[in-house]
């Protein structure tokens, strides 16, 4: 991998002064920073399929409330009617489903059996509603409203579990960011620490340059360049494995065919990011290099 | 061109290397720097190619007061001066060529010009043939001459040479000599470090004494009355 390092630089017109693409360390960098590249692939694809996943419940239950009437009352089949009647007086109503017997039978089945006798157990209702805006206000006097007509009605705006789903996405998203600003920082502390062992291993060199007249930035260009490529090799090696481990992953997600998690396929703008990586890993690389370089050089005379 | 005034030097908290040193290069000049071991001509050397700022006194190069100048200013004051190590300090990885053009490259001079100065100068100091080696397979006088060719490239106007004759036989010596008097004679301000008296005495041109870190100046016609009488 050094040979073709050092024939990547050559070929690509790179003329360094001093002898840094000539040593093994190039492996190591190449390798440290595709694995850095490969774990901020994952880490934003985590983050962008979460944002997925927010988006799927926000919007499957955005402007939807669920009127129960609990089972036990009275005349269930009654209160039915009158809340029918009243939820068609309001205007902000686009639709209202009362679901059937059967459809409540589907919806239990799984904890009663299909074949159970849905007139031995009492039943609740449940009426389905589509608002034109769901506001606090509008949610409230709704219940005010029902309540008058019995209070045992419950308005469920789905608001409390999705809440906590949503934060709890929320927080995962952060976690994802988050592991990326720590890769991004762990890349910069390890590409610091290099850079400075290769001014040291230099040093002698450096300092001829130096009195040569070379400015600092002359001398910060061959450190810049060399990261650089080095940068661009490790984002790109990087961008392809986690492109891999993705395309394995999402293979195993979608064989599941979840209806929690939405499939791996990454919009146009996940892409894009993705795509920038091996860009933002060379500026990243030259710019750490940089300074670097410029602040041990602020130490010579 | 060069004034040094009342300059001291101390590395660290140890006492002064260089005390009360004054002394004034005039445009064209050549002298030695000479003295015996641990006199400090190396730490003279290293302020008059600002490798080290002194620690009190004045220093004026090419008319300007260093004392104040920005970094970049005193990168580009270092470009009007070549220096030759004891050393030689070439760069091992590097050819012959590309170790001569590093001072032109250094300043972004067109790449068709390095061209044609580099293969004129390497040509001139007789290493035509050996631009594509690497310096480890020439010889020391050759090696020497790489790293005069490296100092005199960009037409500096101060060229100082820290003992360039300390690894080299007497003829090349002699032959080392007369290239530094041909470059003396286009116009190079060239200071030599040495202690070979021999040279000194051949070469005749006035002498710094440095001794137990003060400078002397000592013109030529004062050390051949010294030499008459038996001093050196």
């Known amino acids: 991998m050094a040979k073709s390092v ?91 489903d009362v679901m059937s017997d059967d459809a409540i039978a589907a919806l239990v089945a799984p904890w009663l059996g299909a074949d159970f006798a849905l007139e031995e157990v009492p039943m609740p209702a449940l009426i389905a509603v589509e608002t034109k805006e769901n506001t606090r206000a509008f949610i409230d006097k709704l219940q005010k409203d029902l309540s008058e007509i019995n209070s045992a009605i419950i308005v469920d705006a789905h608001e409390e579990w999705l809440e906590d789903f949503l934060r709890m996405i929320g927080a995962l998203k952060f976690g994802a960011m988050f592991v990326s600003l720590v890769i991004a920082a762990t890349a910069i502390v390890a590409i610091t620490g290099i850079i400075r062992a290769r001014m040291s291993e230099h040093r002698p060199d450096v300092e001829l340059l130096h009195l040569m007249g070379a400015s600092d930035a002359y001398i910060a260009g061959q450190f810049q360049r060399y990261a650089l490529r080095l940068g661009l090799l490790g984002g790109a090696f990087g961008l392809f494995a986690g492109a891999l481990g993705l395309a394995i992953f999402s293979v195993g997600i979608n064989a599941g065919d979840s209806d929690l998690f939405p499939s791996l396929r990454l919009s146009g703008l996940a892409i894009f990011v993705l795509f920038c990586l091996p860009f933002v890993s060379c500026a990243l690389c030259s710019t750490t290099a940089k300074i670097t370089v410029l602040r041990s050089l602020a130490r010579m005379p | 061109m060069i004034r040094f005034e009342n300059i001291g030097l101390r590395y660290g908290v140890g006492d002064e290397v260089l005390r009360d040193i004054n002394f004034k290069l005039e445009r064209g000049s050549f002298n030695f720097l000479t003295g015996p071991s641990g006199a400090g001509k190396t730490s003279l050397m290293r302020l008059m190619y600002l490798g080290r700022t002194p620690t009190r006194g004045l220093i004026t190069m090419f008319g300007k007061n260093i004392n104040g100048m920005t970094r970049s200013e005193i990168g580009m004051m270092r470009q009007k001066i070549g220096v030759v190590f004891q050393e030689f300090r070439l760069l091992p990885h590097l050819s012959v060529f590309d170790n001569v053009a590093l001072p032109l490259r250094i300043t972004e001079t067109p790449e068709k010009e390095i061209q044609n100065n580099v293969n004129e100068l390497l040509d001139w100091v007789g290493l035509g043939d050996h631009k594509d080696q690497l310096p480890e397979t020439l010889s020391g006088g050759q090696q020497q001459r790489v790293a005069i060719a490296r100092a005199v490239i960009a037409r500096p106007k101060l060229l100082l040479a820290d003992e360039p004759t300390g690894n080299l036989d007497d003829t090349i010596g002699v032959r080392l000599m007369n290239l530094l008097e041909q470059l003396n004679r286009m116009g190079t301000t060239i200071v030599v470090a040495t202690h070979n008296q021999g040279m000194m005495n051949q070469f005749g041109h006035p002498r710094l004494i440095l001794e137990q870190g003060q400078l002397h100046v000592q013109e030529p016609q004062t050390w051949i009355r010294d030499k008459i009488e038996g001093v050196y």
């Not at chain 1, 990547?8 to 693409?21: E, S």
Request: aromatic fraction near 6%; hydrophobic fraction near 45%; avoid cysteine.
């Open chain 1, 6 to 96: 050092q024939s990547f630089t050559q070929k690509a017109g790179g003329r360094y002064d001093l002898p840094l693409n000539r040593s093994g360390n190039g492996r190591f960098i190449i390798l440290l920073i595709t694995m850095m590249t490969f774990l901020a692939v994952l880490a934003i694809s985590a983050s962008f399929a979460l944002s997925g996943v927010a988006a799927k419940w926000s919007t499957g239950l955005e402007n939807k409330l669920t009127i129960e009437i609990p089972a036990g009352e009275t005349d269930v089949s009654a209160l039915k009617v009158e809340v029918k009647k009243k939820l068609d007086s309001i205007d902000n109503i686009s639709k209202i």
